[in-house]
């Protein structure tokens, strides 16, 4: 299994044009974000006496995704569980708002759509054309940049 290293610095070769990375610290939060409001919309066959913030498909998907993050780096994987709990706690709020399918489909498509104007910038194909994991890889990417704007730099790759 390759390291974080690896994957961010595979990341970083198609994310060095400014506009493109800019775009992508918005977008791929965005992307997180709606793809979990989508998700959280999806009940799964358990009892309905069950709380709904523990019976859909989108916290299956944070528990699977944490577990790889958790192997990958432990202190990403704890800046990530917090930014994916804060999220979780606003998508909750949104469904009980009743607004949560409207605004996860608005911000998906348009989140994609500024990916994809990144890619046109950058003038290379997004990453997960060539491997599917750097799906996930761009969060972690996202969150080393916040980690590094809030002066909370990880400078040497040990530190992932």
Not at 132 to 145: D, K, Q
Request: with cysteine.
């Amino acid at each position: 299994m390759h390291s974080l290293a690896h994957w961010i610095d595979r990341y970083e070769l198609c994310h060095k044009n400014p506009a493109n990375r800019f775009i992508h610290h918005i977008c791929v939060p965005a992307i997180q974000f709606s793809l979990l409001g989508l998700l959280w919309l999806v009940r799964l066959p358990f009892p309905e006496s069950w709380p709904y913030m523990l019976a859909n498909t989108a916290i299956v998907l944070v528990v699977l995704v944490m577990v790889y993050y958790f192997i990958l780096s432990w202190r990403l994987a704890l800046g990530m569980l917090l930014f994916t709990v804060a999220m979780l706690i606003l998508i909750d709020f949104l469904f009980k708002q009743d607004v949560l399918l409207e605004l996860s489909i608005s911000i998906f498509v348009s989140a994609w759509i500024g990916q994809f104007v990144g890619h046109m910038i950058e003038g290379k194909r997004p990453s997960f054309f060539e491997d599917l994991r750097f799906l996930l890889i761009g969060s972690l990417w996202a969150l080393i940049h916040l980690y590094a704007t809030l002066g909370m730099s990880m400078e040497k790759r040990s530190q992932y």
